[in-house]
């Protein structure tokens, strides 16, 4: 683990069997673990190279309950790390030694379903899957799909701001919520939003989707539920190069189409989800795309052909459009096991989430060769093509000597090279401890200070999820103070009228 | 008359900014000032106009992108994506005749800081899920900037939704960045004739429920219909979006699934995109001044809503028609009612299920004693102004527009 996490507060870890009692008083029955082996489980989440026990675990069950808990953690400057599913890819769910962990996993219950409306309301606890699960029996689904949706909280959701394939036609999660209720660090309840369409006053609800735990924590979520596509086929495209593939995506979307999906896969990640799950991907070739199409019959027949034609255009080597939904479901068996299979392949895997302008997917992807030799370390890519979203899948081993080291380097210098060719550091999975020391090669001093004042303007005292997100933690005062004196900058020499 | 400064560099925007920061000087920011009317009356001693920073730095069609500077006026970028069939989905109301202004003014930074929509909201979401990053001062005379130029971007707080519509009470915002989006080949509605206000919403929300990607719903009642040209009786109007298959498939399907509710009829491509501007404008509502309200509630609690609204007796008369499969209402009162009505509507809005009424148009009066947008509870204002104090702490952005 290299990354430093606030220094634990010696005060608060004396009081930590009063913590625990008070928040037992609170939380009666089984609801607060401070046991170790209790507390275990709780120590990491999905990024396992960080680990540790957080100070309590709590896990309540009512919306007082959380109004409660903050309240007093608010009251006694105790620091408080939420966790959904504890699935989050950049550590987001950390514990801090000297952190409550504020475990919503017992809001598990989808409280209404208003097909008229066309909108779900859910407790945070309830998986991305489950939303999906209550409302298809009438044809509905919900949209935002991440990987881990079968594990993975609405609620952590809404703090990560989780996309999936689904992404470049439906939207991240940000665009399919409609409104949350919430508490503050100060145990005060708020509703952003609701069924309506668009919330009133500032959009704090823009503002708390992706701010990864860092602003509140989320009691209930309103999601906008969608009627599934009639059909939905996909086509399956080798390419002999990595340009000729980035190509066919640009000539797709210039021809006005937005498949449903869109996933590319380089050579290694092909030959390592074929090895696996036996998908019928051809193996001579550079590049796989996976095209989706979906809407009515006769519109996804008609851009099958439109997509066809692209395709054929841009050298495709390989190309089989799916003939039944087992065929569609073959197709993407193989992408939607890349990770598990890529782990097959290699002891370890960092997995990487940047996200560039589409154009610049061959620079990119040349660059990665080169630094696979000096950092001595294979990679595998698999990239929502259609958004620019790239997962680079660096193999290691972490039982050889400074492997993983190596790997995050690795990473870090793929996650920079993003950023240079116009893209991004995180584009689903997250800044948390993972990417925090690396934002300023994204945002200059400025841009990080304001927002942190966001942060003060929730969160005074920056006790909840402290060490995420910022490299570094600044006192709030400090960030409000005005450098500026009245008489020292002269009228603007402008155009006046 | 305030003075108005107009710097034409960033470098002299963030100079005005700063100095007014320094010396605690209100300033009003403004574009074309087509959206002026909206609010509460800001007073300032300077005006900030933007409109000087103006111009388009980069569209990648192909990679869906399109960066401006806020003074850009919307109509140069409408055109330049309309020549390579492209748009911006979600379909910006021009507000401009609603005030008497000239329609197609009003600059792209006044789409954001109003986080403008159109009857395509329901499918494609308002400006605030298209706008990918941005540039901006704060009322601390700083320059900051968020997001990027992708689409799928997690790294920080989304300040890219945070500014959209805070109507310039933040920060000035000099750039944008926007995803754009291919621009349907074709383009049906839909009519369905007859229907109460109640019966459209349950058509229309059952509509948008089904699988023919309905992109607009929007229903004219008799007080309202005549102003859209479609003759006297109340009409639903679904709009279907798309390739040509596709169109005529679904307005084959559409047309049998609404044809048990009533008289139906299919309007083509031109009579089409000429109702849906004047749906997405509020035609009825130009070329006076009443006030005008601009209700969003769910969309199967508008008929509701507006049918407890027309019994009050002290309401006197109202026009309006609904947008958004009825979750967007349009509602003009008469002059003489005592505060725009904003009780009433408020309480009533409250009583079917929440969501917000603005008071769009009214004499300056009229919105300095009725708050025009929707009052907030106590801890919710609270945040607000504490998010307004953590960008613009001496208050000397937009001071007042959005609240007291």
């Known amino acids: ?497 | 008359m305030a003075e108005r400064l107009r710097p034409e560099t960033d470098a002299g925007l963030l100079d005005v900014v700063a100095w007014a920061a320094a010396e605690e000087v209100p300033l009003e920011i403004l574009g074309h000032g087509s959206k002026r009317g909206i609010g509460r009356p800001v007073q300032a001693e300077y005006t900030l106009d933007v409109s000087g920073l103006a111009g388009v730095t980069l569209y990648e069609p192909d990679e869906l992108v399109l960066s401006a500077k806020a003074g850009t006026p919307l109509s140069e970028v409408e055109k330049l994506l309309r020549d390579a069939n492209q748009e911006l989905a979600f379909e910006p109301i021009d507000y401009a005749p609603l005030f008497g202004g000239e329609a197609g003014s009003g600059t792209l930074g006044g789409v954001y800081a109003a986080n403008l929509a159109g009857p395509r909201r329901i499918k494609a979401g308002a400006a605030r899920d298209h706008v990918l990053g941005l540039a901006a001062v704060s009322g601390r005379g700083e320059a900051f900037k968020s997001g990027g130029r992708v689409v799928k971007n997690v790294t920080g707080y989304d300040l890219s939704k945070g500014l959209a519509g805070s109507w310039g009470t933040l920060a000035v915002v000099t750039d944008l960045t926007f995803k754009v989006l291919p621009r349907a080949e074709r383009v049906a509605t839909v009519l369905v004739k007859g229907l109460s206000d109640e019966a459209a919403g349950q058509a229309m929300c059952a509509t948008m429920g089904s699988a023919l990607e309905v992109s607009g719903a929007a229903h004219l009642p008799a007080e309202t219909v005549a102003d859209f040209g479609l003759g006297s009786d109340a009409v639903t109007a679904l709009r279907l979006e798309g390739f040509p298959t596709s169109v005529a498939y679904r307005s084959a399907a559409l047309k049998k699934l609404t044809e048990p509710q009533g008289p139906v009829e299919v309007l083509d491509v031109p009579a089409s995109e000429d109702l849906w501007k004047k749906i997405r404008d509020a035609a009825p509502f130009q070329g006076e001044e009443r006030p005008l309200w601009r209700i969003s509630v769910a969309p199967r609690a508008g008929a509701a809503l507006m049918g407890a609204l027309a019994s009050e007796p002290e309401t006197g008369r109202l026009r309006w028609f609904y947008d958004w499969s009825g979750g967007l209402v349009w509602l003009s009162v008469e002059d003489d009612i005592e505060d725009a009505g904003a009780m009433k509507i408020r309480s009533a809005l409250a009583a079917s299920g929440g969501g917000h009424a603005t008071l769009v148009r009214g004499p300056a009066a009229l919105r300095t004693g009725v708050s025009p947008f929707q009052p907030q509870p106590e801890a919710l204002a609270a945040l607000s102004k504490r998010l307004k104090e953590s960008f613009d702490p001496r208050g000397i952005l937009n001071p007042g527009r959005m609240g007291a």
């Not at chain 1, 625990?20 to 673990?33: D, F, K, W």
């Open chain 1, 1 to 497: 683990m290299s990354v430093a996490m606030p220094r634990p507060k010696a005060e608060i870890l004396a009081r930590r069997e009063e913590i625990a009692a008070e928040l037992r008083r609170i939380v009666p029955g089984e609801g607060v673990v401070s046991d170790p082996d209790g507390m275990r489980p709780f120590e990491t989440d999905g990024l396992t190279a960080y680990r540790q026990l957080p100070m309590v675990v709590v896990l309540p069950e009512t919306v007082a309950q959380v109004s409660r808990i903050l309240r007093y953690c608010h009251d006694n400057s105790i620091r408080v790390v939420p966790r959904g599913s504890g699935t989050s890819l950049s550590g987001g769910a950390l514990p801090l030694a000297d952190g409550v962990l504020l475990v919503m996993s017992r809001f598990n219950k989808v409280l209404e379903v208003d097909f008229d409306n066309r909108v779900a309301v859910v407790q945070p606890g309830v998986t991305n899957l489950a939303v999906t699960r209550a409302v298809e029996h009438r044809g509905f689904y919900y949209a935002p799909d991440p990987s881990s949706q079968i594990a993975c909280s609405i609620g952590g959701n809404v703090a990560e701001n989780s996309g999936g394939v689904h992404c470049l036609k439906y939207g991240l999660t940000t665009n399919n919520v409609l409104g949350v209720e919430m508490v503050l660090i100060t145990g005060e309840v708020i509703r952003l939003g609701g069924k309506h369409l668009d919330a009133e006053g500032f959009d704090l609800l823009g503002l708390m989707t992706g701010s990864e735990g860092l602003l509140g924590v989320v009691t209930e979520v309103t999601v906008r539920i969608l009627r599934s596509p009639e059909t939905a086929r996909a086509l399956l495209i080798g390419f002999p190069t990595n340009e000729d593939a980035g190509r066919c995506v640009g000539d797709i979307i210039g021809a006005g189409i937005i498949p449903g999906g869109m996933e590319m896969m380089d050579r290694p990640a092909i030959h390592a989800a074929e090895d696996f799950v036996h998908a019928g991907y051809p193996l001579d070739v550079e590049a796989l795309l996976i095209v989706e199409l979906d809407g009515p019959g006769e519109e996804v027949d008609e851009l099958i052909a439109r997509v066809k034609a692209i395709a054929e255009d841009n050298n495709a080597a390989n190309l089989r459009v799916s003939q039944s939904e087992e065929e569609r479901a073959v197709f993407w068996a193989g992408r939607k096991a890349a990770f598990p299979a890529v782990g097959r392949i290699s002891p370890d895997y960092y997995c990487m989430d940047g996200t560039i302008p589409r154009k610049a997917l061959p620079k990119v992807l040349a660059r990665m060769k080169e630094m696979e030799a000096e950092y001595g370390l294979k990679v595998a890519n698999v990239f929502h093509a259609g958004d620019g979203n790239l997962h680079p899948l660096i193999l290691y081993d972490a039982n050889k000597p400074d492997e993983l080291e190596r790997a995050e380097a690795f990473g870090a210098e793929i996650l920079k090279l993003c950023v240079e060719v116009g893209g991004v550091l995180t584009g689903e999975h997250g800044v948390g401890v993972e990417k925090r020391d690396l934002m300023g090669t994204m945002f200059n001093e400025a841009d990080l200070a304001q927002q942190e004042r966001i942060k003060c303007a929730f969160d005074p005292r920056q006790l909840l999820n402290p060490g995420k997100v910022f490299p570094e933690l600044h006192l709030c005062a400090e960030l409000g103070r005005m450098h500026v004196h009245k008489g020292e900058l002269a009228f603007p020499d402008i155009p006046r009228f």
